[in-house]
Every structure is written in structure tokens, then in C-alpha cells.
């Protein structure tokens, strides 16, 4: 795993539903091929909106419902597969073994909404969304590798 001074760092407020639309296109623009995305939140704090958005920007014109029942969903992108999980009713980590995070990261990218259900499974190089809603005002903490600091740069801060 990468040393922490070799990671970045930045909160971003979320003002709007363009906003993490923002986000979600700075995102899908950077993924590649073995990226995961972390995103974490309680309910109702904005992951599969996010989620939405980065499917959206990829190309995705179909509906992308919340995996929150069949665990996975996976979409073929002009740019590159991608499975989008929620782990939400994991209760064994054994479990993710048996949702192919490591195939769909071979060959395309992964969602992973409550990914700390499944920390031991992650890539160390992920990218970690943490969303929060306080007071009506939403937020993301971006954290990730280096390569993820110059897309994240120019994510606005309002909208």
C-alpha cells in the first residue's frame, strides 16, 4: 500500500445535483481499466446518485438501478466494462469472494458502494468517496492514489 504522504487528500462540498454530476465526470474520465471506486456514506448520503453520475458520463443511457438487492450490476461502456456493487446486506466478507470483484477489475472497473464491508478485498490504490449529509449539506472526502489528485483538482466546489 502506498505511503500516506504519497496520497491526496481534499473535501469537496456538494451543493447540487450538478455538482455530483461534476464529480461523477471527473471520475469516469479518469477510471481505467483495474480501477475501484469506494464509495462510502450512510444511507441516504448520495453513492448511488454518484454512482449514476460516473455510469452516466461513461455512456450507460439504460436504467442503473441500486444493486442494493442483486448485490451486482454490470454495464458495458464504450470505454470500458464496469460492475457496479452494493454490499450493503454482505454480512460474511467470505461472501465477496463469490461476487467476482477480482474479474471485474481484470477486465473493466468496480462501483463498490459500503465498501467497508469488504476492506480486506479492496485494492490498496482505490479511489475512497466518503459521502456525508449534515444539515442539508452534502459533502465528499476524496482520497486515493497521487494520479487521482490532478482529476479531483478540478471538480467545483459549488453548483
Known amino acids: 500500500m502506498p505511503e500516506d504522504s504519497q496520497r491526496f487528500e481534499r473535501t469537496i462540498a456538494l451543493a447540487s ?20 471506486v469506494a464509495l462510502q456514506g450512510d444511507l441516504g448520503a448520495g453513492k448511488t446518485t454518484l454512482a449514476r453520475a460516473i ?28 460492475r457496479h456493487y452494493d454490499l450493503y446486506r454482505i454480512e460474511n466478507p467470505a461472501e465477496i469472494a463469490e461476487l467476482g470483484l477480482d474479474e471485474a477489475l481484470d477486465d ?6 459500503w465498501p467497508e464491508r469488504a476492506l480486506a478485498f ?11 449529509l449534515k444539515n442539508g449539506t452534502r459533502t465528499a472526502k476524496i482520497s486515493g492514489p497521487p494520479r487521482w489528485a490532478e482529476p479531483m483538482a478540478e471538480v467545483t466546489h459549488a453548483g
Open 17 to 36: 445535483l450538478t455538482a455530483t454530476q461534476d464529480l461523477g465526470a471527473r471520475i469516469a474520465a479518469a477510471l481505467n481499466v483495474g480501477d475501484a
Open 55 to 82: 455510469l452516466r458520463s461513461l455512456g450507460v443511457s439504460e436504467n442503473v438501478p441500486s444493486p442494493t438487492f442483486t448485490l451486482v450490476q454490470h454495464y458495458e461502456t464504450p470505454k470500458l466494462n464496469v
Open 108 to 113: 473493466g472497473a468496480a462501483l463498490i458502494e
Open 122 to 132: 479492496l485494492p490498496a490504490d482505490r479511489l475512497h468517496v466518503a459521502l456525508s
